[in-house]
């Protein structure tokens, strides 16, 4: 279970003061996925590394009580002096799994033939985006964190694997994703929410958050 109870957040810009959460409280239940829709610039990436405790909030209380991932294509735990190998083998032994298969799993799933011996820093955008994407799904979450805003491969053989994956582990854990085209919730969520302005109103359904979405982004009546 992952919960916010009144959750504020807000950045100085240099000229203002922007509101990403204003006393904000939802939860999510193990088994059921949601999504959050959002225009870009209100701040869904922020809300996401909130979720994984990258960010902390400035009032309330997050609770988890389940394991929770880092967003998907988040580089920020992979070390790039180290190779792919030796960062799989690294971050195995943080989350206390086998360092063998993680570094397997990657290794056949990113398919970086001799770069996976090579430091990350020396790796294209496109190639550290698989290998962070692998990670992700080599190791075990109660709940995967979606930020459309995280880079994504042009590999088809890597997206189709990947995507394979993935859809299989929809089907056993649970996704929270947050995006700006209702398009893309489809494909995760069962229910959804509404970010603008600092305020998150959350539905059961996500045709209930598309149908505010629309009236708030493009004035269509509901």
């Known amino acids: 279970m992952l919960e916010f109870e009144n959750v504020s957040k807000s950045f100085w810009t240099g000229t203002q003061r922007k509101v990403i959460l204003d006393r904000a409280s939802f939860r999510v239940e193990l088994g059921n996925s949601i999504g959050i829709l959002a225009p870009n610039g209100t701040g869904k990436t922020t809300l996401i590394k909130m979720i994984a405790g990258l960010e902390k909030p400035d009032e309330g209380e997050i609770r988890r009580g389940c394991k929770i991932s880092f967003p998907l294509g988040f580089m920020g735990g992979i070390i790039s002096k180290l190779s792919a190998m030796e960062n799989c ?93 209702p398009a893309t919730l489809e494909k995760f969520a069962r229910s959804a929410g509404v970010l603008m302005n600092g305020q998150l109103t959350m539905f059961d359904t996500l045709e209930e958050a598309k149908q505010l979405y629309d009236y708030q982004t493009k004035g269509e009546k509901v």
Not at 107 to 130: H, I, N, Q
């Open 89 to 181: 083998r690294y971050i195995a032994r943080l989350y206390g799994l086998d360092p063998d298969y993680v570094e397997a799993f990657c290794r056949w799933l990113c398919d970086l033939k001799e770069y996976f011996e090579m430091p990350v820093a020396t790796y294209s955008s496109g190639m550290k985006g698989r290998f962070s994407f692998a990670l992700l799904l080599a190791l075990d979450f109660d709940i995967y964190l979606i930020d459309e805003g995280m880079p994504s491969s042009t590999d088809v053989e890597f997206n189709r694997k990947a995507g394979e994956i993935l859809k299989e582990r929809i089907e056993t854990t649970t996704i929270v994703i947050v995006s700006h085209q």
